[in-house]
C-alpha cells in the first residue's frame, strides 16, 4: 500500500509539473493605432494610387493588368471601385481587407505599412472619391 501512495504521489508531482510548462512566445505583435487628422482631404490621384508602385511594395508588380484588379497608373481606380470597394466602408471592401499587411491570399512579399493602411481606409470610408 505504501508503494502504491509513493508511485501515486510522484505521479502527481509530474503531472503538476508538467501542466504548468507552457509555450513561449517571443513578443506580441502590436499593430500601431495610426490617427489620421480628419481635415485632410485624401487624394486617390496623390495619396492612394501612388502606394501600389512604392519601391520595395510594388503591388503593380503582380496586379499589372494581368492580375486582377489592375493597380496601375490610370487604370487603378475603375479597376477597384466598385468591384474591390465598397464606397463608405472600408470594412468590407476586399482592397482593404486583403491588402498586403491586413490578409493578403498571397504571400506578397511585402507589408504595407500601418500608416498606408490608414489612408486606405480613410480613403473608402470617406466615400473613395476619384479625386
Do not use: R
Amino acid at each position: 500500500m505504501k508503494k502504491i501512495l509513493i508511485f501515486i504521489s510522484k505521479a502527481t508531482v509530474l503531472i503538476l509539473l508538467l501542466s504548468l510548462s507552457s509555450c513561449y512566445y517571443d513578443e506580441e505583435v502590436v499593430i500601431p493605432e495610426v490617427v489620421l487628422d480628419p481635415e485632410v482631404v485624401i487624394s486617390f490621384a496623390t495619396d492612394i494610387e501612388p502606394l501600389f508602385s512604392q519601391a520595395g511594395k510594388d503591388c503593380t508588380a503582380c496586379h499589372n493588368g494581368n492580375t486582377n484588379p489592375d493597380l496601375t497608373e490610370g487604370n487603378a481606380f475603375d479597376a477597384i471601385v466598385p468591384d474591390y470597394v465598397e464606397a463608405g466602408n472600408a470594412a468590407n471592401s476586399i482592397l482593404f481587407l486583403n491588402a498586403p499587411g491586413n490578409d493578403h491570399p498571397i504571400e506578397a512579399g511585402f507589408e504595407l505599412s500601418a500608416n498606408d493602411l490608414a489612408l486606405i481606409e480613410a480613403w473608402i470610408n470617406n466615400g473613395a472619391l476619384d479625386n
